[in-house]
């Protein structure tokens, strides 16, 4: 899965909407305990944005992305059932 926001619209809300179906959707789902998102290491605002929703760091993975070389930033979060309600 991958959530994404044009290059020309940042900071409108669109990645928090995403990111929040998504979690809402996992909880109400019943079949993950957890989510575990990827970011590269370059994008600055990916991270914040996860880190305000309850993601925490959880690793690299050095060299993740094979078309720059760039490493990507493991985050982490548990699903909750309070979570289909959001």
Same mark, same amino acid.
Request: net charge positive; proline share 6%.
């Given at each position: 899965?991958?959530?994404?926001?044009?290059?020309?619209? !940042?900071?409108?809300?669109?990645?928090?909407?995403?990111?929040?179906?998504?979690?809402?959707?996992?909880?109400?789902?019943?079949? +993950?305990?957890? +989510? !575990? !998102?990827?970011?590269?290491?370059?994008? *600055?605002?990916? !991270?914040? +944005?996860?880190?305000?929703?309850?993601?925490?760091?959880?690793?690299?993975?050095?060299?993740?992305? $094979? #078309? $720059?070389?760039? #490493?990507?930033?493991? +985050? #982490?979060? *548990?699903?909750?059932?309070?979570?289909?309600?959001?």
């Amino acid at each position: 899965m991958n959530i994404a926001v044009h290059p020309a619209r !940042p900071g409108g809300g669109i990645g928090r909407a995403l990111l929040s179906e998504c979690i809402r959707r996992a909880a109400a789902g019943g079949g +993950l305990a957890d +989510l !575990p !998102p990827e970011v590269r290491a370059g994008n *600055e605002a990916a !991270p914040r +944005l996860y880190r305000s929703m309850g993601f925490e760091f959880r690793g690299i993975r050095k060299g993740y992305y $094979t #078309d $720059t070389g760039e #490493d990507a930033v493991i +985050l #982490d979060r *548990e699903v909750r059932r309070s979570d289909a309600a959001r």
